[in-house]
Nanobody, 115 residues
Framework: QVQLVESGGGLVQAGGSLRLSCVASGSIFSIKSMGWYRQAPGKQRELVAV?????PASHADSVKGRFAISRAGNTVSLQMNSLKPEDTAVYYCHVVQSLTDREYWGQGTQVTVSS
């Protein structure tokens, strides 16, 4: 069993910053990728950023230059700067296991940006 524990969400004013972190633990032997998705009310879940093992990081166009994903071992972080009200959403950590391509999701953490 694999557990993903997220932290770092909250309420911030527009222009502010937040840092999300996600720690993967349990029976996860090798990670193919770690990333962050978000889902705003009434909208589909969308990819925010992903980092693959041994590969470059990738960010959605809507967050390029403002957000930065990083990884250290089984922890993935998302530094969010210059936040906008449209960044308000529940943010989910996502991990894909190597070999099996099995996917795991965190419980989600709320990010609210006030104008």
């Amino acid at each position: 069993q694999v557990q993903l524990v997220e932290s770092g969400g909250g309420l911030v004013q527009a222009g502010g910053s937040l840092r999300l972190s996600c720690v993967a633990s349990g029976s996860i032997f090798s990670i193919k990728s770690m990333g962050w998705y978000r889902q705003a009310p009434g909208k589909q879940r969308e990819l925010v950023a992903v980092i693959t093992s041994g590969g470059p990081a990738s960010h959605a166009d809507s967050v390029k230059g403002r957000f930065a994903i990083s990884r250290a071992g089984n922890t993935v972080s998302l530094q969010m700067n210059s936040l906008k009200p449209e960044d308000t959403a529940v943010y989910y950590c996502h991990v894909v296991q190597s070999l099996t391509d099995r996917e795991y999701w965190g419980q989600g953490t709320q990010v609210t940006v006030s104008s």
